[in-house]
């Protein structure tokens, strides 16, 4: 799949909000998904699994510390893509 | 069941509740002598699995029953009516009621139970059956596999094959504390003489849904189970049988039979506190209530088979809560996981039948592939090697997801109660 930075930001936005049940401007880039949104350690791993999926990459489980708001989660999946 | 059931002077007069028989099919031996053996040896069940493909996963190990031949145990049902889950169950049965010396004709003429606790019940048939359907449509299912994905054929395909009419037969799915509820509700019932024998246990077969959703978790380990290690990294999805033939002690007497244990109570709660997450406070109160019932104080048990999945949480929590019941020196604290991985359903069932080959045998099974005691995990978990010891009371934890908790308390059989 090619997908551009930009597009590549909404559909994460878009899957992470599909996931925790938000609407899209509930969250921002740093708002925390545990602390700020409810997230457990469940939804984490449903984001996580849905972004591998989305954008055919492998995530490793130690990443989900980095994995806490949509900033981090859009680095870890350039670094992923990056790895391909 | 209360506390005050056995405290209590208006209580109904109680029987006594003893084990004698089991039937065992697990990845470290078949049937209670062998089992034994392979406990004692700390033997490892782990090997790469074979019941489904594989690939795609980066590691793959579990702790599957080999050389299970179902036609040795099952004579009266059609084998491929029962799916692999019900194999295990019924199987287990025979081998336990033979055990027992009992035979069908006896057991016929009483009134009995029979409880199955499993996680997945015949999940591996399902995943087959929903293959099938994406694959090539629903109209290419196989009807003989999908007759038979009921779990509650668990327990009444036991019932079936050993002709019996006057029973109860119930399948309990409480998940991986499920064996130990099964003994629990059989227990009460022989216990108010409502029946005369009861045949309780659990059984599960390995199937890809559950090893998939553990690995997604995070909690699938590379190589092998290793509880209470710093390094431990999860389980091993495991399978297999416990059986257990509870009876009133008059029963057994009356018979002769070999009394192996005797079971002195159980508690149950389920805290719903989280998914997945184990909570301490309701670990801890489970045992309380366990020990409550069995009229057992905590300084009195001698050995503490733990859930021990190996996971970072839950080896943490339980070893917590067994520190917050049993003061900072409680009982050896060993995980039976790390031999036979994380057989599910069947799980505490075959967990209870070690404790009582334990009791009988005088010996403490080992938590093998054991190399540094995790610091947060403050307990003596016989690291690899098994140590000879006389045990009079044994604990057997069992804790699922959901916060299911059951928790079984064992004896050796004494003539005087205790």
């Known amino acids: 799949m090619t997908t551009s930075a930009e597009n590549r930001t909404a559909v994460i936005k878009d899957i992470v909000c599909d996931i925790l049940e938000l609407e899209e401007d509930e969250v921002t880039e740093t708002s925390l998904f545990k602390e700020d949104h409810g997230a457990d350690s469940l939804r984490a791993i449903e984001i996580l699994a849905s972004l591998e999926k989305k954008f055919s990459v492998v995530i490793d489980q130690a990443e989900l510390g980095r994995m806490v708001n949509l900033k981090g989660v859009e680095e870890v999946v350039a670094e992923a893509a990056a790895k391909k | ?119 997945d019940g015949e999940s591996h048939d399902l995943d087959r059956l929903v293959e099938t359907e994406i694959n090539h449509g629903p109209e290419k299912m196989d009807p003989v596999v999908a007759r038979r994905v009921a779990p509650s054929r668990l327990a009444t395909s036991v019932a079936h094959e050993l002709r019996l009419h006057d029973v109860e037969a119930v ?127 905590p300084d009195q048990v001698d050995l503490v088979s733990a859930h021990g999945t190996g996971t970072k949480a839950n080896d943490v929590t339980e070893t917590r809560a067994v520190r917050d019941v049993y003061g900072s020196e409680p009982p050896r604290t060993v995980s039976l996981k790390s031999m036979l991985g994380h057989s599910m359903g069947a799980a505490s069932a075959l967990a209870a039948i070690a404790c009582a080959l334990a009791i009988t045998n005088d010996f403490v099974p080992p938590t093998i592939n054991h190399r540094e005691t995790d610091p947060e995990c403050e307990i003596d978990c016989v690291p690899n090697e098994a140590v000879e010891a006389q045990l009079q009371i044994v604990q057997n934890n069992g804790m699922a997801f959901g916060g299911n908790n059951a928790v079984v308390i064992l004896a050796k059989y004494e003539e005087q109660a205790s």
């Not at chain 2, 069941?1 to 065992?24: E, I, K, Q």
């Open chain 2, 1 to 119: 069941m209360r506390a005050t059931a056995t405290s209590n002077g208006s209580a109904p007069p109680a029987h006594r509740v003893v084990l004698t028989g089991f039937g065992v099919f697990s990845s470290i031996g078949v049937g209670a002598a062998e089992f034994a053996e392979g406990l004692r040896a700390g033997r490892s069940g782990a090997k790469p699995i074979t019941r489904f493909e594989t690939e795609g996963f980066a590691h793959a190990n579990g702790c599957e029953v080999v050389g299970f031949e179902p036609d040795r145990w099952i004579r009266n049902l059609d084998i491929d009516e029962l799916g692999p889950a019900t194999r295990f169950s019924v199987a287990a049965a025979r081998m336990a009621i033979d055990h027992a010396g009992l035979d069908e004709t006896y057991l016929r003429e009483r009134r009995g139970l029979i409880s199955i606790g499993t996680t």
């Open chain 2, 171 to 297: 399948t309990i799915p409480t998940a991986c504390a499920a064996g130990n509820y099964a003994i629990g509700y059989g227990f009460d019932a022989v216990r108010t003489g409502e029946v005369e024998f009861a045949l309780c246990g659990g059984a599960d077969a390995m199937c890809r849904k559950t090893f998939a959703g553990f690995y997604r978790l995070g909690t699938i380990a590379p190589d092998h189970c290793r509880p209470f290690d710093k390094d431990r990294k999860g389980i091993l999805t495991g399978e297999g049988a416990g059986v257990l033939v509870l009876e009133t002690l008059e029963s057994a007497v009356r018979r002769g039979a070999t009394i192996y244990a005797e079971i002195l109570g159980y508690g149950l709660n389920c805290d719903a506190a989280h998914p997945v997450a184990p909570n301490q406070s309701s670990i801890a109160r489970c045992m309380e209530l366990a020990l409550e019932n069995a009229g057992v104080k």
